[in-house]
Structure formats: structure tokens, C-alpha cells
């Protein structure tokens, strides 16, 4: 069994992909305890950010050391080869199934565009995730927080959330995941929603919401989310996401006290460019108080 030069070989037996035969064959060959040895050493470390010329260069230098007229014994130069080739798939490993992540902070909007030329608009406090270098064969995306996405036409594209996945074909749809609250809008073609393994499906102008206790439909007219202008709109959503929203925009520290109904339906709007008139805007209709215990802090008091 020639094992040094079959990398494929060594790529199945570490992904556990060897048959009973082909394992006991191997635990049989002479090198398998160096094999095992060097592996069990590789797991204990971190993965190294992949660099190709550089790994490549560092064989290299491994190789040519081997031709000098040094004394070596055959065991060392097996070990140099076995961890080169070990080396080399544990890296190539993680290249391929590491992922590309994007993310936001307080206030911050970000446009990503995606291997396909689709494109990702990233609210605040967002983050989306993906394989890039599968992405011709599988085009997903992990979100968490609040994302609108313009979709070129091709295979199937996923978005996966901690609630649900929303997969579609080509379109323009936003998505909200917030905790135990998922919502979804559709502002062209059509996108399936799919929680517990029931389908919900949109299309232009039309919504869909579930939280923890509740789920709703409804129709709209935009065309395109509020909060890429500079505002964020509500339709009868629970008060305590309005004031996460706030929080996410202006990285502030929201309290209410025991007398206030966090799950009290709002619809309305606030917007971006101003904390105090987004603060009166919310919760003034509201006959809600704000108090600034200090320079990030607000307290919500009953009137």
C-alpha cells in the first residue's frame, strides 16, 4: 500500500472515511503509528490562516534539506514527508471549509457583494456568513440580525437563521432575526419560508412574522426596506424588538420599569439621525418617559 504519495488515502482515513478493510489494512503498514502520532500532535493546534506560496515555499526548503549529503536516518525522513503531507492537508482542509464572514456594528450599514454579483446590505448589529469557495454549488448564508438581499438568478440561494431559512431562486427580500422573532419581505419574485418544516410563501408586497407566541401576514407597498434611508418602521411588532432596534442604531442601554408592557404591539417609526426625536417618537404616543441615568443609559418610566 503506497501511502506517502496517495494523499486522497490520507484525506479519507483523517475525514474517518476508510472502510473496515482499508483501516485495518493500514493499521497494519509500518508507517501507521507515525501517521497517528503526527496527527494526534496537528489536533492539538489551531488552525493557521491558509497561505499557499508560503506552505509551498516551506516544502520546498524541506525538500531540498532531504537532497544535502546530511546523515539521516530513514525514520526522519519519513517524518519530515508525513508531516509535510499532513501539514499541507490539514491546511488545504481549512481554506476550503473555512467560512467568509461580514458583520456591523451600532449604527453601521454595510453593501457586500457576493461570488455571483448578488449583493447583501447589512443593517446594524448584523452578521452573514458563507462558504465562498463552495458557493457555485451551494449558495447559503448564515444571517444574524437584519439583512436585504438582491438575488441574481441561478441555483438555489438559503438564508439560514437561528428560527427558520427563507430559500429562493431570484429576488429581492429583507430578513429579520432577532431572538425568537423571524420576519420576512418580499419586494420581488417569490421566496419560501420554512420553520419546523412548514412553508410559507411570499410574494412582492407581501410579509411574514413569527415570534415565540405569535405569527402574522400582511401586504405592503415599499420598495425597499425603511432602514436603508435612515428609518426604521414597525407593523404591529412587540415594543421590546422597537427598543432592541433603537439600541442596535445608537448603542445605547435601554430600562424599563415592571409597569411597562415590553410585548404592547407598536407601529409607527423612528429614525436614524437623531436619538432624542427617535426617543419622542416611540414613546411619547406611548405616554412613556425616557430618562438618562447617564450619558448611555435610558430609563422608561410610566407617566
Known amino acids: 500500500m503506497e501511502i506517502n504519495k496517495d494523499e486522497t488515502f490520507l484525506a479519507k482515513w483523517m475525514n474517518g472515511e476508510l472502510n473496515a478493510e482499508e483501516l485495518e489494512a493500514f493499521k497494519k503498514h509500518p508507517d501507521f503509528p507515525l501517521y497517528e502520532k503526527i496527527v494526534f500532535k496537528s489536533e492539538k493546534l489551531a488552525a493557521p490562516p491558509y497561505d499557499k506560496q508560503k506552505l509551498l515555499s516551506k516544502v520546498k526548503e524541506e525538500i531540498e534539506d532531504t537532497k544535502k549529503p546530511k546523515v539521516v536516518s530513514l525514520y526522519s525522513k519519513l517524518t519530515i514527508l508525513a508531516a509535510a503531507s499532513v501539514l499541507i492537508l490539514f491546511s488545504v482542509f481549512y481554506f476550503k471549509n473555512s467560512a467568509t464572514v ?7 450599514k454595510l453593501a457586500v457583494n457576493l461570488p455571483d454579483d448578488s449583493e447583501v446590505i447589512l443593517n446594524a448589529k448584523s452578521s452573514i456568513s458563507f462558504k465562498e469557495n463552495k458557493w457555485s454549488t451551494d449558495r447559503t448564508i448564515n444571517l444574524k440580525g437584519e439583512a436585504f438581499f438582491k438575488v441574481n438568478k441561478g441555483k438555489t440561494f438559503t438564508v ?28 420581488e419574485g417569490k421566496v419560501k419560508v420554512t420553520i419546523n418544516e412548514k412553508d410559507v410563501f411570499l410574494t ?30 414597525f407593523n404591529s411588532v412587540p415594543l421590546k424588538y422597537v427598543i432592541r432596534a433603537i439600541t442596535d442604531q445608537y448603542n445605547v442601554e435601554i430600562n424599563a420599569t415592571e409597569d411597562i408592557n415590553l410585548n404592547y404591539l407598536y ?10 426625536i427617535a426617543l419622542e417618537t416611540v414613546f411619547t404616543p406611548l405616554k412613556i418617559k425616557t430618562e438618562f441615568t447617564n450619558k448611555s443609559t435610558i430609563l422608561l418610566v410610566k407617566h
Do not use: M
Not at 102 to 107: A, W
Not at 204 to 222: N, V
Open 204 to 233: 412582492k408586497g407581501k410579509a411574514f412574522r413569527i415570534t415565540k407566541d405569535t405569527s402574522k401576514e400582511w401586504e405592503f407597498k415599499a420598495t425597499n426596506p425603511s432602514w436603508q434611508n435612515g428609518e426604521s418602521t
Open 160 to 187: 439560514e437563521t437561528s428560527l427558520g431559512k427563507v430559500t429562493v431562486l431570484g429576488t429581492q427580500f429583507n430578513v429579520n432575526i432577532e431572538d425568537d422573532l423571524l420576519e420576512v419581505n418580499c419586494y
Open 267 to 276: 407601529t409607527g417609526a423612528f429614525t436614524h439621525k437623531d436619538l432624542k
Open 102 to 108: 461580514y458583520n456591523t456594528s451600532f449604527g453601521e
